[in-house]
């Protein structure tokens, strides 16, 4: 986990330096409101990287942003076990996420790109369009 405190960096710069991240082998990049000393608010900066990339977004970090120091600390992380099935639905066919652990299936989720297209093609509300995706791929499961 590297982590960095800012609280004087364009709002807008942002996407840019997340891109930045990802682009060069950050796991998962995250934003959290925080204060800083005399309340200012800030955010928290973490991002989630293998030991081998630490020093490569470490150096993106400083390049991109205004922090003058970071934060890094080593971390377990436990992950289910997952997998992507494509069902087919009546507007084509859509990726599922799939999570299991040792009590079986324990999370579903359709994918987000492929139900936010079916949903500007069908003109039908997003959440609509995961509740019936979601409900196909348990009637299939149920057979």
């Known amino acids: 986990m590297i982590e960095a405190n800012i609280d004087d960096l364009n709002p807008e ?30 955010l ?8 081998e990339r630490v020093d490569v977004l470490t150096r993106i970090i400083f390049q991109e942003t205004s922090t003058i ?5 080593q971390l377990e992380k436990r992950m289910l076990f997952r997998r992507t099935e ?10 599922i996420k799939v999570a299991e652990g040792a009590g079986g ?3 579903v989720s359709p ?3 492929d139900c936010k297209e ?14 019936e995706v979601e409900f196909i791929w348990r009637s299939s499961q149920d057979k």
């Open 105 to 107: 299936i324990l999370n």
């Open 69 to 73: 120091g970071v934060r890094c600390q």
């Open 13 to 42: 710069l942002y996407e840019h330096v997340f891109s930045e991240l990802f682009k060069n082998g950050a796991l998962d990049v995250y934003l959290t409101p925080i204060q800083m000393k005399k309340n200012r608010p800030a």
């Open 44 to 51: 928290k900066l973490s991002i989630l990287s293998s030991p």
């Open 86 to 95: 494509c069902i087919p639905t009546p507007w084509g066919k859509v990726r």
């Open 111 to 113: 994918e987000y790109e």
């Open 118 to 131: 079916i949903a500007l093609r069908a003109k039908k509300p997003l959440k609509e369009v995961y509740k």
